[in-house]
């Protein structure tokens, strides 16, 4: 079955610094991968997706993600981090192997950033 | 601009009562999931739809059913609320290419439930 991880609960990063968010994937297929963010009290939005090619994908708000197959990883990260890049983070995967399954979520990472 | 909405945004209702939270798109999307977001557990997914007239039970589908009679609306109706059923409940869609559900999923606002 697939399943993602996010094994952070909580992140903290001073304004500026780069930020990783940590995801890793298990699928018995390939992947298709993707990273949403919630804001307080406001649904999911869609930040990006890996499908297929480049291993680097970039998405919205100036955030990248980086699939890894060898290490089933799929961290999301962002160069320079802005106190409002301050939310909820999800990772969440589909198992290309078994058919039209739905996204399965992570439990989500709190990105705390400090001015 | 095309959307997806719920309602009620938020809803207390006291245990054993039916409870009926609405979402409607008009993204034209075939496909529409509900999900429950829970301290801890993430996002686990309730029932989603593939079409209309399909239906599909997820993760956590005990004591919740939806119908979809059409592509717009997919409500999610508890028939008797219990306590463990309070949530924040959201509803998603997405569409398919060449039938393959892209996976993208828009979001509605969310519906808040407590049950007393």
């Known amino acids: 079955a697939q399943s993602v991880a996010q094994p952070e609960d909580q992140v903290n990063v001073a304004e500026g610094n780069p930020l990783t968010v940590k995801c890793t994937y298990s699928?018995?297929?390939?992947?298709?991968l993707f990273w949403y963010v919630q804001y307080p009290n406001r649904g999911l939005q869609f930040l990006l997706k890996?499908?297929?090619?480049?291993?680097l994908v970039k998405g919205s708000y100036g955030f990248e993600a980086e699939f890894n197959k060898s290490q089933t990883s799929f961290h999301l990260k962002k160069p320079s981090a802005l106190v409002s890049d301050s939310a909820l983070y999800f990772c969440?995967?589909?198992?290309?192997?078994?058919?039209?399954?739905?996204?399965?979520f992570g439990k989500g990472t709190r990105l705390s950033v400090i001015a | 601009d095309a959307e997806i909405t719920q309602s009620p945004r938020h809803k207390i209702t006291e245990t054993g009562r039916q409870v009926t939270l609405a979402c409607h798109q008009t993204?034209?999307?075939?496909?529409m999931f509900w999900y429950r977001q829970d301290l801890g557990h993430g996002l686990r997914l309730i029932h989603y739809?593939?079409?209309?007239?399909?239906?599909n039970k997820g993760e956590v589908s005990d004591g919740y059913s939806v119908s979809r009679s059409n592509t717009e609306d997919l409500p999610l109706t508890l028939e008797s609320a219990a306590s463990s059923q309070t949530s924040v409940y959201f509803c998603?869609?997405?569409?398919?290419?060449?039938?393959?559900?892209?996976?993208?999923?828009?979001f509605g606002e969310g519906s808040r439930l407590t049950v007393l």
């Open positions: 998603a869609s997405s569409e398919s290419v060449a039938g393959v559900v892209t996976g993208e999923l828009f």
């Open positions: 699928v018995s297929g390939n992947p298709y």
């Open positions: 890996y499908i297929t090619g480049d291993n």
């Open positions: 969440a995967v589909r198992d290309m192997a078994v058919g039209n399954t739905p996204l399965v």
């Open positions: 993204w034209n999307h075939n496909n």
């Open positions: 739809s593939y079409g209309v007239q399909d239906t």
